[in-house]
């Protein structure tokens, strides 16, 4: 009765579930059933290619083939002026495990044996790894401030609620954060002018050094549009457009 519903099914479904059955009964030592799986299911004209038995181009694709090739498909190319991240001691000591070991052990044996070493290694043998990733992230981190300053407009400072009930959420871990954010927004609302006047004050200076960037950002922008050509991007209408309003 299974293998007559199988022939209900789309003929690729089909095939799939075909080649499960097939593996099963080969498994439990039926290989003739599984024969005869294959003829009642495809008829007797059916071929082990049009079966997806055989690697060809009419085999079914692994699931999620055609996904991945999309997604590598849409990956964003990496920006070459973008600094590069260093490795971590970890990784530094499997490299260098890695090149003493050509030849020794299996490429796929590499990660496991050095994976087992690392871990029986003690501080002072790490050391010299990670101390060499310390020193270059101290180099990348101001690298990496230096390109942002470039590449990434400034972050727009919080509204006065917005700060009140971080500092409020962060005062009262032990609570859920459903319900702290609840009440903060409800301790906020009952807040006098006046206790509200220190978080509108802090947004304020906030504020003012978001304008010195975001200015010092756009420069930046349109000299490297005036050098290169292309169009300037600006940030700051777009974000009047969107920035948020403070609850009151």
């Given amino acids: 009765q299974l293998v007559a519903m199988v022939r209900l099914l789309p003929p690729r479904l089909a095939r799939l579930v075909t080649v499960a059955l097939q593996a099963r009964l080969h498994h439990d030592g039926m290989a003739p059933a599984a024969?005869?799986?294959?003829?009642?299911?495809?008829?007797?004209?059916?071929?082990?290619?049009?079966?997806?038995?055989?690697?060809?181009?009419?085999?079914?694709?692994?699931?999620g083939y055609r996904m991945s090739s999309r997604?590598?498909?849409?990956?964003?190319?990496?920006?070459?002026?973008?600094?590069?991240r260093p490795q971590s001691g970890w990784l530094r000591y499997l490299g260098e495990f890695r090149k003493e070991q050509k030849g020794k052990i299996l490429a796929k044996d590499v990660l496991g044996f050095a994976g087992e070493k690392w871990k029986t290694m003690?501080?002072?043998?790490k050391k010299p790894?990670?101390?060499?990733?310390?020193?270059?992230?101290?180099?990348?981190?101001?690298?990496?401030?230096a390109y942002n300053a470039d590449h990434v407009p400034p972050k727009r400072p919080p509204t006065a609620y917005i700060v009140f009930s971080g500092e409020f959420i962060k005062s009262n871990l032990g609570l859920d954060i459903v319900e702290a954010s609840k009440l903060a927004g409800d301790k906020w609302k009952a807040l006098t002018d006046k206790q509200k006047a220190p978080y509108k004050a802090k947004v304020?200076?906030?504020?003012?050094?978001?304008?010195?960037?975001?200015?010092?950002?756009?420069?930046?922008?349109?000299?490297?549009?005036?050098?290169?050509?292309?169009?300037s991007t600006s940030v700051g209408e777009s974000d009047g457009e969107h920035e948020a309003t403070a609850q009151s």
């Avoid at 003690?122 to 043998?125: T, V």
Wanted: aromatic content about 8%; charged content about 35%; glycine content about 6%.
């Fill in 35 to 63: 024969f005869a799986v294959t003829s009642f299911v495809a008829g007797p004209a059916a071929s082990p290619t049009a079966l997806g038995l055989l690697r060809g181009p009419e085999a079914p694709k692994p699931l």
């Fill in 204 to 231: 304020a200076k906030l504020k003012k050094e978001y304008e010195v960037k975001l200015a010092a950002y756009e420069a930046k922008q349109q000299a490297r549009v005036d050098k290169f050509g292309g169009e």
């Fill in 129 to 145: 790894y990670n101390d060499a990733f310390e020193a270059d992230k101290a180099v990348y981190e101001v690298a990496m401030a």
């Fill in 71 to 84: 997604l590598s498909a849409k990956k964003k190319e990496r920006d070459p002026n973008k600094p590069k």
């Fill in 122 to 125: 003690s501080e002072a043998e």
